[in-house]
């Protein structure tokens, strides 16, 4: 069984911190690692994808993959209490025709003005 | 550009009854996607459909099937329902035959009573 892990939380920050969020997978051949975001009643949106080793960022966001390790990471810097979600880690395995993405249960994030 | 349309929104249903959830991917994606999500178990993959074919399944019973139109439109149906059932039932449609980043509808709140 492919496992993500992720803290559940809740982790509080204050406004303007930075916060980090962290996962790990059991899959050592993984290939593809996504940060999806999901505010209280809707829907998950992706925020951050991430293929290879080393640090993406995207505004505010930083996605960090360390394969060796099998570990990746979402920062959030200056955090916004519009930032208040959960956080979900979502991983694809290998080839084939294995496609499905196997999700975290999420760790929520509150974000204190 | 509409998103991902799901209906209904809302279904409540008694033990034993069936129900048929509908999806309708973003137009021009051909991979459709199903998730069952609840607060223990968090998003828990069902399948996935490509081209009118299933690529993939998740370790559910054979109570959940689904299926996939011509037009990308998917549908999916869970017969003799169980109170373990009760959840939210997501839809994700993506543009590329793998299956990655993934854009899911509002999804179905299913109660059974």
């Known amino acids: 069984q492919k496992e993500v892990e992720q803290n559940s939380g809740p982790l509080s920050v204050p406004e303007g911190a930075i916060a980090s969020l962290n996962c790990t997978y059991s899959?050592?051949?993984?290939?593809?690692f996504f940060w999806y975001r999901q505010y209280s009643g809707k829907s998950p949106e992706l925020i951050m994808s991430?293929?290879?080793?080393g640090d993406k960022e995207d505004g505010r966001f930083t996605a960090q993959l360390n394969k060796a390790s099998q570990y990746v990471s979402l920062l959030i810097r200056d955090s916004q209490p519009s930032d208040s979600a959960t956080y979900l880690c979502?991983?694809?395995?290998?080839?084939?025709?294995?496609?499905?993405?196997?999700f975290g249960k999420g760790t929520l994030l509150t974000v204190n003005p | 550009k509409a998103g991902v349309t799901q209906t209904p929104r809302y279904l409540i249903k008694t033990r034993g009854q069936q129900v048929t959830l509908s999806c309708s991917p973003i137009s021009g994606h051909r991979s459709v996607s199903w998730y069952q999500q609840t607060p223990g178990q968090g998003l828990q993959f069902l399948f996935e459909y490509f081209s009118e074919t299933q690529r993939n399944k998740g370790n559910f019973p054979g109570r959940f099937s689904g299926r996939q139109f011509s037009n990308s439109r998917s549908e999916m149906n869970v017969s003799t329902l169980e109170l373990g059932d009760s959840a939210l039932y997501l839809c994700?449609?993506?543009?590329?035959?793998?299956?990655?980043?993934?854009?899911f509808g509002s999804g179905t709140q299913l109660s059974v009573l």
């Open positions: 991430i293929y290879s080793n």
């Open positions: 979502a991983v694809r395995s290998s080839g084939g025709s294995n496609y499905k993405l196997t």
């Open positions: 994700a449609s993506s543009l590329e035959a793998v299956n990655e980043k993934l854009f």
């Open positions: 899959d050592r051949v993984s290939q593809s």
